[in-house]
């Protein structure tokens, strides 16, 4: 096993920062090293916005839910998928490109582009000693933030990443087991094996949330994600994928 295996092994989400500015030297190379992520033809599209104006930090915050650590870290980082740079440089080429980039397929690129551009980020983070934590709940209120963030067409917020120096360390959260997350040459379809593996892994799950919130919580995983997933939840994103231009075909 080597450092970066260590790294990568000893990743758990962090909400509670110290007040610690990230320098900018270590946004930089935080930055630098999401832009050496792979990405689909070269293609790069995504844009990494940095916020640091404290009121629109707070303004995050309430957008994503009022989540604390939204506000309070040492610097927030918003992931978009960018397809608006391929309209420009189809302009500056004289080329029409508005089909293809406004096809589902270069939307998925382009959220595909942005999360593999976030997880080089978030390792090359944790590399440092500092913490991480993905906030989907931008996704909420996903056209206040674009218009907090002046995005243009083609540009929509994926994701945001809170990053800092942790002020406490939650333990690691076992993940699923791997016979149900790797399968050889097809997919697995023995539903008793499979089934077992997941009550095997809500054990797991159930005495890590009980040890956590000293017997407060024992959900199992499947009984969360039932929960989770029995309502459908931000049905507005269509929508606005569309009016800014996105998955249109």
């Given at each position: 096993m080597n450092?970066?295996?260590?790294?990568?092994?000893?990743?758990?989400?962090?909400?509670?920062?110290?007040?610690?500015?990230?320098?900018?030297?270590?946004?930089?190379?935080?930055?630098?090293?999401?832009?050496?992520?792979?990405?689909?033809?070269?293609?790069?599209?995504?844009?990494?916005?940095?916020?640091?104006?404290?009121?629109?930090?707070?303004?995050?915050?309430?957008l994503a839910g009022n989540q604390p650590y939204v506000e309070n870290n040492g610097h927030f980082f918003?992931?978009?998928?960018?397809?608006?740079?391929?309209?420009?440089?189809?302009?500056?080429?004289?080329?029409?490109?508005?089909?293809?980039?406004?096809?589902?397929?270069?939307?998925?690129?382009?959220?595909?582009?942005?999360?593999?551009?976030?997880?080089?980020?978030?390792i090359a983070a944790e590399s440092m000693g500092l913490g991480i934590c993905y906030i989907g709940g931008l996704r909420n209120n996903i056209e206040e933030v674009g218009r907090l963030l002046n995005l243009p067409d083609y540009v929509i917020p994926?994701?945001?990443?809170?990053?800092?120096?942790?002020?406490?360390?939650?333990?690691?959260?076992?993940?699923?087991?791997?016979?149900?997350?790797?399968?050889?040459?097809?997919?697995?379809?023995n539903e008793k094996a499979f089934n077992r593996g997941l009550e095997e892994y809500n054990g797991v799950i159930s005495a890590y949330y009980d040890l956590r919130t000293a017997g407060k919580r024992k959900d199992r995983w499947t009984e969360q994600m039932a929960n989770m997933l029995k309502e459908p939840k931000r049905l507005?994103?269509?929508?606005?994928?569309?009016?800014?231009g996105l998955m249109k075909h």
């Open positions: 450092t970066v295996i260590e790294t990568l092994l000893d990743h758990r989400s962090i909400r509670k920062f110290t007040e610690k500015p990230l320098t900018n030297e270590q946004i930089e190379m935080i930055v630098k090293s999401a832009q050496m992520a792979s990405t689909s033809s070269f293609i790069q599209a995504y844009t990494i916005i940095g916020v640091k104006d404290r009121v629109k930090k707070q303004k995050l915050a309430e918003v992931f978009c998928a960018d397809l608006h740079r391929h309209k420009v440089a189809g302009h500056m080429e004289d080329t029409d490109v508005t089909a293809s980039i406004e096809s589902t397929e270069k939307f998925l690129v382009a959220a595909v582009d942005a999360a593999l551009a976030a997880q080089n980020a978030s994926v994701f945001g990443l809170a990053v800092g120096e942790p002020a406490d360390r939650s333990s690691v959260k076992p993940r699923l087991p791997l016979s149900n997350v790797y399968h050889e040459d097809q997919y697995e379809q507005h994103m269509k929508e606005y994928l569309e009016k800014k």
